[in-house]
């Protein structure tokens, strides 16, 4: 597609509930990026993938946060049993490649509240 | 390890006048360095970035910004403000490897 596409866009969970967003890179763009953005903590690098594996996943919070990536192209990020604390926006961005040069374009992100 | 700080948490300004939004950062090795500008609601969109090419890079929207080495700097400029650059602009830090690391943000006031 045109740009990162990130859906829900909004979600309201419970706490405890599941919750799963979705995230479509740019087509061609081999590495995948999740970051989350909360109030007083900014961005927070959660996991990069390339390719369908994670190289780095050091930025998962808990064991309750998993990632995966199918087909090279969309991703899922999963939290399960959901805190308040993990109330934020959770932004997916991608690239051609992992390297610095190469620009990292960010999705509009997916905001979760967990009531 | 890198790190960015971005040195007012809130930049004021009026219409027509000049734009400045410090940053320094601190990098092992030759970092690359980008700011991205964030408006309310929206994801992050790139302004502009260096990678070890020229110091001055021009940006999208007239900003543009300057590498300086022996400051660690790369504070933003724009000569004229417009009331749509109001958002929450963020410098940001790679050491040659995926991880972006992010600055806390300036928020970016504009007034009439």
């Known amino acids: 597609g045109a740009g990162v596409s990130q859906s829900p866009s909004n979600k309201v969970t419970e706490k405890g509930k599941d919750v799963e967003l979705r995230c479509d890179p740019i087509s061609g763009h081999t590495a995948l990026y999740w970051y989350r953005q909360s109030l007083g903590q900014g961005l927070e690098f959660l996991i990069y993938?390339?390719?369908?594996?994670?190289?780095?996943k050091s930025g998962l919070p808990s064991d309750r946060f998993s990632a995966e990536r199918t087909g090279g192209s969309v991703s899922t990020l999963t939290i399960q049993r959901t805190q308040q604390e993990d109330s934020a926006v959770y932004l997916c961005a991608s690239s051609l490649q992992r390297s610095s040069g190469n620009t990292i374009y960010f999705g509009e992100g997916s905001w979760l509240t967990v009531v | 390890a890198q790190s960015v700080t971005q040195l007012d948490s809130h930049v004021s300004v009026s219409e027509g006048t000049p734009v400045l939004l410090r940053c320094n950062y601190s990098s092992s090795y030759s970092p690359s360095l980008f700011w991205y500008v964030q408006h309310p609601n929206k994801g992050l969109q790139l302004l502009l970035k260096?990678?070890?090419?020229?110091?001055l890079v021009k940006g999208i929207n007239g900003f543009e910004a300057e590498f300086k080495k022996s400051e660690t700097s790369f504070h933003l400029t724009k000569p004229s403000a417009h009331m749509s650059d109001a958002a929450e602009y963020f410098c940001v830090v790679s050491e040659g490897n995926y991880k972006l690391t992010f600055g806390k943000g300036t928020l970016l006031t504009v007034n009439p």
């Open positions: 993938f390339q390719g369908n594996s994670a190289p780095d």
């Open positions: 260096y990678t070890s090419a020229a110091t």
